[in-house]
Structure formats: C-alpha cells, structure tokens
C-alpha cells in the first residue's frame, strides 16, 4: 500500500513540470479539437496528431499522447451527445440517450455528467493501475516466448468473438492484418518480404499510416456518401453544471460504470467496448421506470461513459505490463511509443520506472485537464461542428497528408495511405470490420518473433504450446470462447445484442 | 448454378486473389523448417488460410442466400485519391506551398455540394494554417517552397 502511494508520488513527481502539464493541456485539447470533427473517432485523431508529439523526449512525448488520448475519447462522446455521430463503436450507447438530451435542451448538462463521471471513472482506474502493474509485471516475467504467443492468440480471439459481424470474417479480418504486418524486412534474416522491390515498401506499413487510411480517410469517403455528417449542431449547449437532482440520480450509475468498465477493460481482446453496453443494460435494468431510457436519462449517459472511460483506462494494464495491445486504439498507443524507441512491456518498469510512473500519473492529470479547461471551452469546439462537412473533410485530408509525410518524410507513405483507405471503404462495402485487422496487424509480428522462439527452444514441436500449463490454460481459454461464440444460442443473443446498440 | 449471395461471392474471390499475391511475393524466399523457421513460412501459410477462406466465401455465395452487393460512390475516393497522390508527387520537388493548395483544390471536387469561390480561399486560408502550425509552430521538416532548377528552398 506505502508502495503504491510512494510510486504514484515519483510519477507525480515526473509528471508536474511545467513543460509536461503544458504538454498535456495542448495534447487534450488538440485531441479534443480532431476527435470532435465527425467520423473522426480515437484511433484516427491519435495516427493524426502523432507526429507532433516527434521533437519531444520520450516521457514528455507519452504525457503529451496521454493528453491526446484522453482529449480524443471526450471528443468522441461529444459528437456522439451533439451530433449522435458515435465516432467508435463504444460510443454508439451514448448516442442513445445523450443525443436525446440534447435535444431537449440538456446538452451541457450530458457534456458535463460525461466529463465529472470520466473523471471519477479515471481516478478510480489510475489507483487500479498504480496497484496492479507490479504483480502483473513480476507475472509477465515467468512468461516465455509460447506463453506469449499463446496469450496474443488468446487476446486475437478476444477481439473476434467482440467484434460486431459475422465471426467467421473477423478472423478473416485478423488473418489479413497479420499478414499486412509481415511486409518489411524478415525479423531474423533481414529479407525483405512483398514489398514487390519498392524501396518505400522496404519498411513495411506504418501503424499510424494503416489508422489514418482505415480510419480516417474511408470514414470520409463513407461520409461522403451517407450525408449524415452533413449535420450541423444549430442547437444551443446549455447550462453545463448538472444540478443536485442530476448529481444524485447519477452518483449510482457512475460507481457502478466505473465497476464494470474497469473491471472489463483489463481483459485482453476489447473488453472495453463491453463496458459502456454492460453498463447501460445493467442501468435500464435497475431503473424503477426503464422506460425512460432512449428518451434522454442521464442515468444512460453516466453510467456507459464511466464504464467507457474506465476501460479506456484499464486497457492500458496489459499493454504496459505485459507489452499486448488489448484493442485497435492501444495498438495505435504502441506504434507511437515504438517510434519514441519505446518498446511497452515488463521491461519498462523495471527499467525506467520514471517513464511508468509519469505515464501512470499524466494520465490522471489528462482526465483533470479534461474536466476543468476543456469542459469550459465546449462552446468552441461546437463552432467547429458548424463548419460544413464539404469544407471539413478537404481539411481532415490535408491533415492526414501533413501527418503522414511527417513521420518519416517519405512521399512513398503517401501512396500507401491512399490504397489503405481504398481497400478501407472496400471492407466497408462487404462488411468487413477494420478493427480485428489492426490488432492482428500490430500482434502480427510479436506472434511471429515468438512463435520463431518457442518453436526454436522446442526443436520444432508444436507440442511445446499445450505442454507448458500456462500456455495450455491460456489456448484453452481461447478454444472455449470461441466454442461459446458459435453456439447457437449465444449466437442468436450475441446478434441481437449488437442490433439493439444500433438503432 | 445461381449467384444467392453476390457480396460473399465477390469478398472470396478478393481473399483468393490476396493469397495468391502474397504467395507469389514471397516465392522466391525460404520457407525453412519448424525448428528454424524461414522469412516465407509465415507470409505462406497465413496467405494459405486466407485463400481457404475465400474458397469458402465463394462456396457460400452460391449456396447460402446472402446480401446484394453495395452500391460504390466513386466521386469522393476518386478525387480525394488522386488529390493525395498529386501530394505525394509535389511535396519533395515544389514544397507544400504548392502541393498543398493544388491537393485540397482538387479533393474539394470530392463531393458533389461544392463551391469554387469557397474552396478557394478555404484552400488558401488552410495552407498559411498549416505552415504555421506545422512548420514555424511545431517545427517539422516540411519543405514550404522549392523552385526546381534554382537554389530557391525555403
């Protein structure tokens, strides 16, 4: 317990300069500013805004991606309470009834309960982190390369069984990607592999290229079609401190969100996105009069954004300490600490426990930041939604341009943009969904450098895999998931449940 | 035979073609053995699994009742894909000064609502931003103005 408090002060320590606070503040609300634009969701606005973060040191390069982060997932509720444009797939709860308030007239107070409950949600979740990374930590050293494989291929099935879909092309989807992560040169030998005698394809794909082109780029051409991102807000934002009565109806939910989402956000595959569907089902459940919901009851925005933000959060445990990316965004988080020569993993705090700690602690400061300067500037970032989407997207592709060229000033990077958000807008057209094929991609290559390991160390026998316990368990768990996602019955709720969080 | 599900039908046969790229690319590299595995064995194997699949997919389309195929609105990638690579090919040798404002130019056509008089000045007003900011403000190496031919470089 000492422990905690003391590692938490020397992240604080780290984290409280004046440079990094700064950092932090414009990282939230440049965040903020790309994340609000529509069909922007977290995973663009972070490739986008990546390059920034390159002339700083690596810790204050983190707090500054923190901020980002943070600024990026309140951006995203904010579109999806103004606009009912959810920008990813966790935000389509808050749609339901926070857009219903704002067009009673409530948007601030919904802007507002989102942010207080954020807020509290990333209190409890940073405490959670701060107390879990050094036994998780010490756990993830006893791994060897088949227990990592093994976990990565449980987390993969994770993502499948949680995407939305058919099941069958979200493994489609994660086969493809880790396939993508194979071009570039060979881990060991140093060939290049499909990259057709290109020179710019030498490197292989960029993470933060492949999140602007899936993300970023097809989404406006999506937008383009659709014409929903075409809404402009004319309406006005409203008081933003919620009320006694508000406050009281919404402390309830908001523990229990933050429950459920941090406690779900852990999990490896997205089980953050789980927590914001958990979290509303378990209110409209509990409601002494359900049929409120989906006519704008704050207890349905402060419950699923709680359980959002925790997850958001708590996603973080097995990326720094045991060095997997849960989901598409935190593969994202790795692709930008990869380039600042950080590789996330056990390593990173038992060698430069600073860089943890600071991590650990900006991210709490990101969710003050967010709650006390840019919930007052709401009212700007609405004036941004009333730029038209004609004007708009010709910006976001700019930006999108600018960022790109900017990562290794490479015009070849461009190009490859260009077929991905191509190839993109086609997954769309089948039905594809782009996310398990980012997590493939950036397991992609940890999976192939452990599975060369494993299989190195056990003279080539596959056998390795079950023999070793925690392997086994780990495989077991990823058959057993799988098994239940294509039993009939969960099959046919599983489908439902996904078709309710639409409409 | 009848098509039931022309969209499953279509993504088999994309899968299969991405597997046989990728088998193709990769060729000419060694596979290896499972004690040492090789560059090829992975790109192989998954490009393998991959061609499978859609050799179900294209099954299934014509035995299972699926979707129709979408409808594909060419406008907006069109233009917006070749505004990118016009930037690719112009930021090197013009600088941003120019390849800038000619892409946005031209991604404006990428919807059918828009305005010449607007998305001139928009285009305009959004190359000075962006100098600003990413050049002078955030200091990142992009070339503002190069003259081919001359020693001009900014």
Known sequence: MFDLFSNLGLGLAVAVSLQNIALCFVGCLLGTLVGVLPGIGPIATIAILLPITFGLEPVSALIMLAGIYYGAQYGGSTTAILLSIPGETSAVVTTLDGHQMARQGRAGIALGIAAIGSFFAGTVSTLIIAALADPLTRLALVFGPAEYFSLMVMGLIFAVVLARGSIFKAITMVLIGILLSTIGPDLTTGQLRMTFGIPWMADGIEIAILGMGMFGIAEVFRNLEARTAGTVYRGRIGRLLPGRDDLAQSAKPILRGTAVG????????????????????????????????????????????????????????????????????????????????????PTVLTRSPELFWGLVASMWIGNLMLLIINLPLVGLWVKFL??????????????????????????GDIIILTALAMFGYAL???NFEPAPMTLGFVLGRMMEENLRQALIISHGSFTTFVERPLSAFLLAVAVVLLVIALSPAIKRSREKAFVESDE | MTIRSPQNLIAGLALIAIALIAIWAVSDLPQGSLRIIGPAMMPRWLAIIVGVIGLLFVIGGFVVDGEPLERWHLRGPFFICTGMILFALTIRTFGFLVAGPLTMLLVGYGTTEVRRVELIVFAAAMTAFCIILFVYILDQAIPVLTIPGTSIKF
């Open chain 1, 386 to 411: 009333q730029v038209p989407y004609r004007l708009m997207f010709v910006g976001i592709v700019i930006f999108c341009c600018i960022g790109v060229y900017s990562i290794n000033r490479e015009p």
């Open chain 1, 262 to 345: 941090a406690a779900l956000g852990i999990l490896p595959g997205n089980g953050a996105v789980l927590g914001a569907f958990a979290s509303y089902t378990i209110e409209k459940k509990l409601a002494a009069d359900p049929s409120r919901f989906g006519r704008g009851a704050i207890e349905g925005v402060a419950g699923p954004e709680s359980a959002n933000n925790a997850g958001a959060q708590t996603s973080f445990i097995p990326l720094l300490t045991l060095g997997i990316p849960p989901n598409a965004v935190m593969a994202i988080m790795v692709g930008a600490m990869t380039l600042h020569g950080i590789v996330p993993g």
């Open chain 1, 428 to 430: 769309s057209k089948f």
